[in-house]
């Protein structure tokens, strides 16, 4: 059975860093990782993602420059480093993973297999 399972969430202040981590169990393969967030009242949007070969990354405009997606194949493992945050980042952050390839960036939810619970972000001004 697949789990992914999110951490790091918090309260932080605007200015500040956070850094999610996310792992996953119990999946054959990998093909990307990504994060997505969802704020009240609003639909889930995606943040960023990885591929899990070669690295590669992706980032929605709201945050690129901001935060940094990073991964550990060796324990299914990525985390996102989230500087200079803003209340408008404030959202639960969810992490998904894909375990087939595509010819294309995956940025829509039903791109991706498998979720995690997803962890609060909370920014305040």
């Known amino acids: 059975q697949v789990h992914v399972v999110e951490s790091g969430g918090g309260l932080v202040q605007a200015g500040d860093s956070l850094r999610l981590s996310c792992a996953a169990s119990g999946i054959k393969s990998i093909d990307v990782m990504a994060w997505f967030r969802q704020a009240p009242g609003k639909g889930r949007e995606f943040v960023a993602r990885i591929a899990w070969t070669f690295s590669g990354t992706y980032y929605d405009d709201s945050v690129k420059g901001r935060f940094i997606l990073s991964r550990d194949k060796a324990e299914n493992t990525v985390y996102l480093q989230m500087n200079d945050l803003k209340p408008s980042d404030t959202a639960v952050y969810y992490c998904?993973?894909?375990?087939?390839?595509?010819?294309?960036?995956?940025?829509?939810?039903?791109?991706?297999?498998?979720w995690g619970q997803g962890t609060q972000v909370t920014v305040s001004s």
């Open positions: 998904a993973v894909r375990d087939r390839p595509t010819a294309y960036i995956e940025t829509n939810v039903e791109d991706y297999d498998y």
